[in-house]
């Protein structure tokens, strides 16, 4: 199921990151976070305001300015390789009234 946000709210994008051995663990330095269009074009790319509040888990909580579907993902080094985790959500314009489950 694809998370829909209103066009203005904030949503926030999570990341939890594994070792080869299948146990959280925390990237060898600061998470990269990529927005892109359904189409795959790169929207923006963020480096800095990342959160990490436990081993292995990050979250950036992003304020939505761009409609349609969108895809999400956080990147960086573990164990001496490149690893990634996408997701997607969709973000719609709404109109008055507009209640979304």
Same mark, same amino acid.
């Given at each position: 199921m694809v998370t829909v946000v209103t066009s203005g709210n904030t949503i926030r994008l999570k990341a939890t990151f594994y070792n080869f051995a299948g146990g959280l663990a925390d990237l060898e330095g600061d998470p990269t976070l990529k927005i892109y269009t359904k189409a795959k074009v790169l929207v923006s790319t963020i480096t800095t305001s990342i959160q990490h509040p436990s081993t292995g888990v990050y979250y950036f909580d992003r304020t939505t300015d761009t409609t349609g579907d969108m895809i999400y993902e956080f990147s960086g080094a573990l164990e001496g390789t490149t690893t990634l985790v996408r997701g997607s959500y969709s973000v719609? &314009? =709404?109109? &008055? =009234?507009?209640t979304i489950l």
């Open positions: 719609i &314009f =709404g109109r &008055f =009234g507009d």
